[in-house]
Nanobody, 123 residues
Framework: QVHLVESGGGLVHPGGSLRLSCAASGFMFSDSAMSWVRQVPGNRPEWVATISSGGRLTRTAEFAKDRFTISRDNFKDTVYLQMDSLKPEDTALYYC????????????????WGQGTQVTVSS
């Protein structure tokens, strides 16, 4: 079964940076597109970015363009989200998720997500 473990979250000041990691197991990682999804508790999930299985193609939500970069290392079965110029409105739980196919806006069912890592942007 899909097992995803996010890490790298924390508290950062506005304008700061964080690099999130997601370690994958339980499936053929190199065959799967991956997404980052964020969610404020009680709100709807919000798509952040998606990367193709080989890492050649990426799609990023408008709010994340020029600030967030999704990448992956298929030798390490790990996907990353580099977040720069963080804003208070970026505060959320950040999840990585397995997408069956590369698709802009991919937010799969919750059973394809990890446990999440908290990102808090505050002064």
């Amino acid at each position: 079964q899909v097992h995803l473990v996010e890490s790298g979250g924390g508290l950062v000041h506005p304008g700061g940076s964080l690099r999130l990691s997601c370690a994958a197991s339980g499936f053929m990682f190199s065959d799967s597109a991956m997404s980052w999804v964020r969610q404020v508790p009680g709100n709807r999930p919000e798509w952040v970015a998606t990367i193709s299985s080989g890492g050649r193609l990426t799609r990023t939500a408008e709010f994340a363009k020029d600030r967030f970069t999704i990448s992956r290392d298929n030798f390490k079965d790990t996907v990353y989200l580099q977040m720069d110029s963080l804003k208070p409105e970026d505060t959320a739980l950040y999840y990585c998720a397995r997408c069956p196919h590369f698709q802009t806006g991919c937010v799969p069912d919750r059973d394809q997500w990890g446990q999440g890592t908290q990102v808090t942007v505050s002064s």
